[in-house]
């Protein structure tokens, strides 16, 4: 079964091992370090937990997916998502994880 968590600090590095993992074969993008990472949430005063989700089966980070609320227009938030990373390519938590994240 899998559980969905927000962010907490404890995640960078779990979050890091598995970007890395999961864009290893990626033309475009990769996982940035902890430490950049974790420099670019302190930093940023519209930096939300809610909008970064993660999935654990049996207690063990299996993906995530990182999203944002950039700015809100009359009333109408505009939203920003990253890929979900998911090493294993699993369907079943991708879907859960985009259903969190369009929810």
Known sequence: MIELRNYKEEYIKDQVRLGFEATRDW???GQ???????????????FTPETRH????DNEMVGYVI???D?????IKEA???FPKIPSKDKEIEKIL???TLT
């Open 27 to 29: 033309v475009s993008t």
């Open 32 to 46: 940035l370090p902890a430490s950049v990472i974790k420099r670019i949430y302190e930093s940023n005063e519209n």
């Open 54 to 57: 993660y999935a654990f089966k």
């Open 67 to 69: 999203s944002a609320i």
């Open 71 to 75: 700015r809100e227009i009359d009333g």
């Open 80 to 82: 920003s998502m990253q």
């Open 98 to 100: 985009m259903e969190k």
